[in-house]
């Protein structure tokens, strides 16, 4: 099927307009490595291709993330900025996407949430596992990576040409014959010999580390970033662990000492603060963010792009 150029600007003009910062198509063929069981393909099996579509975290919102006792510092400001509001954006004008580009028009097309416990829903029984393999139904960031927008860093997020990485990203799975976009092939944006590996120095539960190591491939090109150990990042996320932005002052023992294990999750929920788990409780992710986010606000690689 030849490719529709006309409907391909028109979808990113249309993205674009309604807030997008980022957008980029990625030819089906890029995603030969995913895994079966996340493939756009497993979900419609003759899909073409993928938008993948960013929005950018305002730079203030993250300079003035801090510890709620922290003078000229705020958490809040990036929990729904940097995170609730941003989501929600991105659900919304893709959805828009979807259905008066392509489905009025007789493609079909499928979205997954952005984020939150739901974009997890096919392998949340994974949770239970003794060390934690749960995955989301479909990877944003490997989206964006393969219709060009960026290239992943060593902290496992997308790094993007001037934004580093402070960008959110959404996705729409469509068999509408769009023009792909090239893969990026810039200068390199993850620089760790500049910051000294500050997403693992700047990690609170010590989830990512220099040791293990996880390589993917997108079309041509292989990228290699931190294994992340999952039950210590989720620990930060709900508020367990002092220097997430939560009030507790708990500390999780050294990496190298205990391989933490859901159970140490489950354990650990119970000694969250009244005041965090009220606010846990009442916002769910959705009209606010999850705690801690260092390895995304406190990445420079945007300040060496600029450089």
């Given at each position: ?8 600007s028109?979808?990113?003009k ?13 030819p089906?063929?890029?995603f030969a490595?995913?895994p ?16 993948s ?16 006792n ?61 060390y ?69 120095r ?13 390589t ?30 939560a009030?507790?002052?708990?500390r ?17 929920r ?22 801690c ?11 060496f792009?600029k450089?």
């Amino acid at each position: 099927m030849e490719c529709d150029q006309e409907l391909t600007s028109e979808i990113k003009k249309f993205l674009v307009n309604q807030g997008a910062d980022l957008v980029g198509v990625a030819p089906i063929s890029r995603f030969a490595e995913c895994p079966e069981e996340t493939h756009p393909q497993h979900y419609m099996s003759d899909a073409n291709c993928v938008i993948s579509f960013g929005m950018k975290i305002m730079d203030g919102v993250c300079d003035v993330w801090g510890e709620y006792n922290q003078p000229h510092k705020s958490i809040a400001p990036y929990l729904f900025y940097g995170y609730g509001l941003l989501n929600f954006d991105m659900s919304r004008i893709g959805n828009l996407a979807a259905k008066r580009l392509l489905e009025f028009r007789g493609y079909k097309s499928l979205m997954f949430p952005p984020t939150w416990m739901i974009s997890q829903y096919r392998f949340i029984e994974r949770a239970l596992e003794p060390y934690v393999t749960f995955m989301a139904d479909f990877s944003h960031r490997h989206a964006a990576v393969a219709a060009g927008l960026g290239e992943f860093g060593f902290n496992g997020l997308v790094l993007v040409p001037k934004f580093g990485a402070r960008v959110r990203f959404n996705s729409i799975i469509t068999n509408a014959p769009l023009v792909p976009d090239p893969m990026y092939n810039g200068s390199k944006l993850c620089q760790p010999e500049k910051c000294d590996y500050k997403c693992v120095r700047d990690c609170p539960t010590e989830a990512l580390t220099l040791d293990e190591t996880f390589t993917v491939k997108i079309g041509d090109k292989q990228y290699e970033y931190s294994k992340p150990n999952k039950v210590r990042c989720i620990m930060g996320i709900y508020a367990m662990v002092r220097g997430t932005g939560a009030r507790t002052r708990k500390r999780l023992p050294p990496r190298e000492k205990k391989k933490i294990t859901i159970e140490d999750f489950v354990q650990g929920r119970k000694g969250v603060g009244a005041f965090d788990q009220m606010f846990l409780e009442d916002c769910r992710g959705l009209i606010c963010g999850d705690f801690c986010g260092k390895c995304l606000h406190g990445c420079p690689a945007y300040k060496f792009y600029k450089e």
